[in-house]
């Protein structure tokens, strides 16, 4: 992967942190040994435009990224979210803008996660063009390059479709983005289709790799999430 030696450091917000959130990012990668050992800033919407000013004054050396994360309920919910987003890209002048690859409707998702509750998925065949017309929108309102990031759907077969690799290299191909490579959400996503996990990542078109996003999965109730 070009330039994969480059150390990216995420920026998240943590439940219920509101207001000092720049000095404590500061204070937090001090802790870790990380004030400057890094090469540039991933950030999300989950900061206000505004507050990023404060990052790029802290870090003014650094490249900073964009990570929007979704784009199907915003998108949905909001009309000025193609606006918003470019609000964003100003703010970080982030080379790319990035998006879960979201093929699974949010509520589906969700009430999987909290509730246990298994309801029928879309057609797969809409689900995507219904994301790709998405994506079309976005890219013509900032005329900004997208890359899209692999999600692990939820267990079942008849959800599969929303993290196969074959899926996947399919709609980058016809959206032509490149791939956020998210490899906790691959391991979780080859335990739910029950193959190796580097069987299943061998399977994505690698070939389109810009980022990745290094993690591991966490357990609940005997079941990997990211």
């Not at 802790?31 to 090469?39: E, H, T, V």
């Not at 964009?66 to 606006?83: E, G, I």
């Not at 609000?87 to 996660?113: A, C, G, K, M």
């Not at 995507?128 to 079942?156: D, K, W, Y």
Request: aromatic fraction near 10%; include cysteine.
């Amino acid at each position: 992967v070009e330039h994969s030696n480059l150390q990216i450091v995420s920026l998240r917000q943590g439940h219920g942190q509101r207001g000092g959130r720049v000095e404590r990012v500061r204070v937090g990668l001090a802790q870790f040994n990380l004030s400057r050992n890094f090469d540039g800033i991933e950030i999300g919407p989950w900061f206000p435009p505004k507050e990023i000013t404060g990052f790029r004054q802290l870090f003014s050396e650094k490249p900073f990224t964009f990570h929007a994360s979704s784009v199907m309920t915003p998108m949905k919910r909001n009309w000025r979210f193609p606006v918003r987003l470019k609000d964003y890209l100003d703010y970080t002048d982030s080379p790319w803008i990035s998006f879960h690859i979201e093929l699974l409707p949010l509520y589906v998702f969700r009430l999987n996660q909290r509730l246990g509750l298994c309801l029928p998925p879309p057609q797969t065949g809409k689900a995507v063009q219904q994301f790709i017309a998405a994506l079309q929108h976005i890219r013509e309102a900032t005329g900004c390059p997208i890359i899209l990031e692999n999600l692990h759907s939820i267990p079942g077969e008849r959800y599969n479709y929303a993290a196969s690799p074959e899926v996947i290299t399919d709609l980058l191909e016809q959206t032509d983005c490149g791939l956020l490579l998210d490899l906790a959400h691959a391991r979780v996503a080859a335990g739910f289709q029950g193959v190796e996990v580097r069987r299943y990542i061998e399977r994505l078109p690698l070939d389109r790799v810009m980022q990745v996003h290094v993690s591991a999965p966490y357990q609940i109730n005997l079941a990997l999430s990211p």
